[in-house]
């Protein structure tokens, strides 16, 4: 895979992160730019000849160390080697976008670290959504050997680089670990809400749902292009043969509208997310030969995005537990309560209370984080976006999702059966949803 600082997709990002996917630097000229421009700098520039936050008025010399060894220290949970490797990808993409001013020779190095496997030893917790400056620290401590690299291998030498003491805020001026969360959600999430046609299909020839509400004319009458794909791609998937009701409950009648809802969300969540990680989110930014402080890095918009996508989640999961309630319904099925095997008996009445708790959690994870801020720093950074915990939240999402599809999915797959007079006798289920969700994830 190839950088240049300004292609980068989420689904690339995704490969880097979990499919071992290499990468190689087309051209190191922006960032060389940039740091050519950084020499020459004079007068105050923040961060270098600075310090940082509250200490923005004071002069520092050669302060850049003491700023990453401070700004190291993270909690909570180690981040898994994917997400981390995600991270890496995205701010060698951003760096090769230039403006940041850091030592290009970095960037070669970056690279190895990806291709070899090893990725720095971050924590969960440490970011509110202006900057990954906890993470980076710890990254650009293991370029100088201050901090060891997760390696692949036991005992196996990480890539080291003699970054310089001015190279440390620009380095670390950049969300690129709340980024790559966000682009790994957004990869995942596109797949699972494709699939999730796919089971809303199986529930559509389960109770005969009527066909009519996806006609071309209908969405041509209501233009959203979320909308028109999902109906277009449904009528693929099910017979149009006549259904036994005038018109359906919304799971089924207004399925296109609020999925494809979800749609649009995610691929305006998408583009907000590529447009960062192929940015310049630098304070200062280096450009024609003057250093900007600006707000760059601030990730409003990725949290304003991320925020409308879990609710959007929220609403698809919820049409997904209507159509389930009409699956245990003998007037929808035409089969015993509960799709039982015998009279009196419970069934699959238990995906109702599992798609419920899941479908809970969803509404938890879904709740706006752009909502609070948070005032630090002596009051000179007043406002935060909290697009850390949006993309955390974000991931988080995808299990729920999961569960509450998977159990349409194995009561839809049930009543088909009974209805062909294939004998699915009661059992425990525990093994079908997982069976489900591995078929919702590799589809």
Request: aromatic share 4%; hydrophobic share 45%.
């Amino acid at each position: 895979m190839k950088l240049d600082g300004a292609g980068l997709t989420c689904a690339q990002i995704h490969e880097v992160g979990y499919d071992d996917a290499r990468v190689t630097i087309s051209s190191l000229d922006r960032a060389r730019a940039a740091w050519g421009a950084a020499q020459e700098l004079r007068g105050p520039v923040y961060g270098q000849s600075t310090g940082v936050g509250a200490n923005k008025d004071t002069d520092v010399e050669d302060g850049g160390f003491d700023l990453l060894r401070s700004h190291a220290g993270g909690a909570g949970a180690p981040v898994e080697p994917g997400r981390a490797r995600a991270m890496l990808v995205v701010r060698l993409n951003q760096l090769l976008a230039g403006g940041s001013g850091v030592d290009p020779g970095v960037l070669p190095v970056l690279a190895d670290a990806i291709n070899g496997g090893f990725t720095p030893p971050i924590r969960t917790y440490g970011a509110i959504g202006t900057g990954d400056l906890t993470a980076l620290a710890t990254t650009a401590l293991c370029l100088l050997g201050e901090l060891p690299w997760n390696a692949p291998s036991p005992g196996a030498a990480g890539p080291r680089y003699p970054l310089a003491s001015r190279d440390a805020l620009p380095f670390i001026s950049s969300g690129a670990a709340t980024l790559a969360d966000s682009a790994l959600a957004c990869h995942r999430l596109r797949r699972l809400l494709e699939a999730a046609v796919d089971v809303a299909a199986f529930s559509f020839a389960a109770v005969d749902a009527s066909a009519e509400p996806l006609a071309a004319v209908v969405q041509e009458a209501r233009p959203h292009s979320g909308q028109a794909a999902t109906a277009a791609r449904l009528r693929g998937l099910i017979a149009h043969e006549p259904s036994p009701r005038v018109q359906d409950p919304y799971g089924y009648r207004a399925f296109a509208q609020v999925h494809g809802a979800a749609l649009d969300t995610l691929d305006r969540a998408r583009d907000v997310v590529e447009t960062d990680v192929n940015a310049a989110t630098e304070n200062p930014l280096i450009a024609d030969g003057l250093a900007w402080h600006n707000g760059n890095f601030h990730a409003a918009p990725v949290a304003l995005a991320l925020d409308a996508l879990r609710a959007a989640l929220a609403q698809t999961a919820q049409l997904s537990t209507a159509r389930l309630a009409t699956l245990m319904e003998p007037s929808y099925t035409g089969l015993l309560p509960f799709l039982a095997a015998s009279p009196g008996g419970s069934g699959a009445m238990i995906l109702e209370y599992v798609a419920q708790d899941a479908l809970a959690e969803l509404r938890h994870l879904a709740a706006p984080v752009t909502t609070g801020t948070a005032v630090i720093s002596r009051g000179t950074e007043d406002h935060a976006s909290f697009a850390t915990q949006a993309a955390r939240y974000a991931l988080r999402c995808l299990e729920p999702l999961e569960i509450v599809l998977a159990c349409e999915r194995v009561a839809a797959t049930r009543a088909l059966y009974h209805r062909r007079q294939i004998s699915t006798p009661d059992r425990v289920l525990t093994s079908d949803i997982e069976d489900a969700r591995r078929a919702l994830t590799s589809s």
